[in-house]
């Protein structure tokens, strides 16, 4: 048992900025890597930033400089904190966490339900 759960989407203007929360729950052992997928209408689901239970972090390269992710893996949370934020940054993001369940052998993705994020003037 795993749930995920994003908050923190809204409608926001060019420039401004948003931050995304995401908390994981369940019978979790480990936690391999969380991160946050977007899609947007007509495009494909893309990787915008992950951070391993190691500390790296790595970023699509259209947000870089402008986003950063955070985490607590004793918590199980994780954040975006997005800046100068662009209509093309308009999607439903998507939290995702890679962990490993009390008495199962092999690692699972687990998904949130997704929060719209909406920049527009």
């Known amino acids: 048992q795993v749930q995920v759960v994003e908050s923190g989407g809204g409608l926001v203007q060019p420039g401004g900025s948003l931050r995304l929360s995401c908390a994981a729950s369940?019978?979790?052992?480990?936690?391999?890597?969380m991160g946050w997928y977007r899609q947007a209408p007509g495009k494909q689901r893309e990787l915008v930033a992950v951070m391993t239970n190691g500390g790296s972090t790595n970023y699509a390269e259209s947000v870089k400089g402008r986003f950063t992710i955070s985490g607590d893996f004793v918590k199980k949370t994780v954040y975006l904190q997005m800046s100068s934020l662009k209509p093309e940054d308009t999607a439903v993001y998507y939290c995702?966490?890679?962990?490993?369940?009390?008495?199962?052998?092999?690692?699972?993705?687990?998904w949130g339900q997704g929060t719209q994020v909406t920049v527009s003037s």
């Open positions: 995702n966490v890679r962990v490993f369940v009390y008495g199962r052998r092999l690692p699972g993705d687990y």
């Open positions: 369940g019978s979790i052992a480990s936690i391999d890597y």
